[in-house]
């Protein structure tokens, strides 16, 4: 195989995850990578566990107190529309991720490179593959389906833990250790629609080139909802027509990055009205300098009765950065509509919701439900997961600390982030667990954009192993 990384550090780190790239692995869809992990431990006569869900335990002998390794093999399939792929996991499935380098720069052509977190997975796997490292007894816990749900997290035997001290390798921002995060919750919503006849006429809406990216991350920078814009501009199209479809987002936790939606007309003269309403409208997002926003005839399809309580039930709908943390600047709780789909007459919408505020997530859970029941949808509460509390005393903190500094001769920063990570998860499993967060830098996640800084792996490298020493006592 030949490697774009070749010559670059981590090397064995980077090989591993090239190999990873190779492997469709959307969220799910992780069978291949635990039948790889599994090969891999055999191989080197490592004691493993695979659960039905997906999850791999690898066990590497050491000196000293264990300590846990952990990440997820799943990730966020997103292409660029450039690529014409109507579906995401079939093009990854197809085609894989093809890594390219630019500069101090890891990205892929035209599709999310996988970093997050396939960069956890290739150093877990570096670690095992190099006896020469000195280390505490490692537990290297690779998880599926975080990107949905953290399901894997839940699922993982706690029996199969005994280490009390943990490192999450999900940041994304090197020289900054991760030490709490929002609890989240997902919510679908459903209404199924009686359809009409077909209309004389339509018109296709197209929003498209946003910027999308982490709805935990990048929610509280000035980025559009493509759904939420594609509907405010149907909900004025559809006046004197009735809404046929609409479809955006790839993934609930990602924000929308394009949305389509067709509206029929009874008669020419109604679909003339709709155009020029659409003629009058100024669109202003300075904020999102490729925002595409298109209409044009189109064959009319079977329409929704009623389509009109969507459009309300939309308006009513909480959306972006709800509360925030005025005096140190951090996003308390956030709802982000991240994907929505028309089949048939059926409906859905998909939904993630973000607090760290215990009560304010039951409060934006109750609102979303309240302007669901009034419209005629029902909302179903799916998957939720704990936030991880800062804990005061850390001796696992302190260690990456000081091997930071030894490193870079630079003071670490610490952070609460609002994106969810399985830390708080695992927390409530293992009594008494020390866990911190670590990464290395990746840009754009969740995005065709999606970059990883080489540079900011090196160094999440080197003190990854750095602390690995300093715990082997």
Same mark, same amino acid.
């Given at each position: 195989m030949t490697y774009v990384t070749e010559g670059r550090q981590p090397e064995k780190a980077l090989r591993f995850f090239e190999e990873l790239c190779a492997i469709p692995r959307p969220? =799910? =869809?992780?069978? /291949?990578? #635990?039948? *790889?992990l599994c090969e891999f431990a055999k191989a080197r006569g490592l004691e493993? &566990? *695979?659960d039905e869900l997906g999850d791999v335990v690898i066990k590497r002998p050491g000196v000293g107190e264990p300590l846990m390794l952990q990440g997820h093999t799943d990730m966020v399939c997103a292409v660029a529309p450039e690529k014409g792929a109507g579906d995401a996991i079939a093009y990854l499935a197809e085609h894989g991720v093809k890594p390219i380098l630019d500069g101090d720069l890891l990205h892929a052509d035209g599709t999310t490179l996988g970093a997050d977190n396939g960069v956890a997975v290739a150093m877990m796997l570096a670690i095992l593959d190099s006896p020469e490292l000195k280390a505490p007894p490692l537990e290297c816990v690779f998880t599926v389906q975080e990107e949905t749900g953290l399901f894997g997290a839940k699922a993982v035997d706690p029996s199969l833990i005994t280490a009390r001290r943990m490192i999450n390798l999900d940041s994304e921002k090197d020289g900054m250790l991760t030490v709490s995060c929002a609890g989240g919750c997902r919510i679908a919503i459903e209404r199924e629609f009686s359809v009409s006849e077909v209309g004389e006429c339509a018109l296709r809406l197209d929003v498209s080139g946003l910027l999308g990216g982490h709805s935990g991350e990048q929610i509280h $920078?000035? *980025?559009e909802n493509a759904i939420h814009l594609c509907a405010r501009i149907a909900g004025l199209l559809r006046i004197g027509g009735r809404l046929a479809w609409i479809r955006g987002g790839e993934a609930d936790n990602a924000i929308p990055r394009? !949305?389509?939606a067709l509206i029929v007309y009874s008669s020419a003269e109604r679909m003339a009205n709709a155009k020029n309403r659409f003629a009058e409208l100024k669109f202003d997002y300075p904020h999102e300098p490729e925002l595409k926003? %298109? $209409?044009h005839d189109a064959a009319p399809e079977p329409a929704l009765a009623d389509g009109e309580d969507l459009f309300e039930m939309l308006a009513a709908l909480p959306n972006g950065v709800q509360a925030r943390d005025e005096k140190n600047g951090f996003v308390l709780t956030s709802l982000n509509c991240g994907v929505i789909s028309t089949d048939g007459g059926k409906l859905r919408a998909t939904l993630s919701l973000r607090s760290s505020v215990a009560e304010n997530m039951v409060a934006l859970k109750e609102t979303v439900i309240a302007a669901a029941e009034k419209f005629g949808f029902k909302a179903i509460v799916g998957a939720e997961y704990p936030g991880w509390a800062f804990r005061e005393v850390s001796p696992l903190r302190d260690t990456l600390m000081s091997a930071w500094k030894r490193v870079t001769g630079e003071e670490m920063k610490v952070?609460?982030? &609002? #994106? =969810? @990570?399985? !830390?708080? @998860?695992f927390s409530a499993k293992l009594d008494g667990l020390d866990a911190v967060a670590l990464g290395p830098t990746i840009h754009d996640c969740h995005t065709p954009q999606e970059s990883l800084? @080489?540079?900011? $792996?090196? *160094? %999440?490298? /080197? %003190?990854?192993v750095a602390a690995l020493e300093m715990l082997a006592k």
């Open positions: 969220s =799910g =869809g992780e069978a /291949k990578v #635990a039948d *790889r493993y &566990h *695979r $920078l000035p *980025r394009s !949305c389509s926003i %298109t $209409l952070q609460s982030i &609002h #994106a =969810g @990570l399985e !830390c708080g @998860l800084d @080489l540079g900011s $792996l090196e *160094r %999440t490298w /080197k %003190t990854l």
